[in-house]
């Protein structure tokens, strides 16, 4: 896991994973509707299911907001997000 960038304070840690086609086609769905990366809705969909299950609190849990990034006519295979 590597250290990335600072977000609400907090330096991002890279996580890799494997996803089923099912999932990263739903993902690709809500990027191409939403203008939120993929990581960014991962990072969102973690927050809220730990913050549901009680081993995060809601003020620690990072809003997700609009990424500016490729759009669906310029997006190239991810397969790192």
Do not use: C, H, W
Request: proline share 2%.
């Amino acid at each position: 896991m590597g250290l990335r960038g600072q977000n609400a304070g907090d330096r991002l840690v890279t996580l890799e994973t494997s996803i089923s086609t099912d999932l990263d086609n739903a993902l690709s769905q809500l990027v191409a509707l939403s203008g939120v990366s993929k990581a960014a809705m991962v990072r969102q969909a973690l927050n809220a299911f730990l913050t549901q299950v009680g081993v995060l609190y809601p003020e620690v849990a990072a809003p997700v907001t609009r990424t500016a990034g490729r759009t669906r006519t310029t997006q190239r295979k991810d397969t790192n997000a």
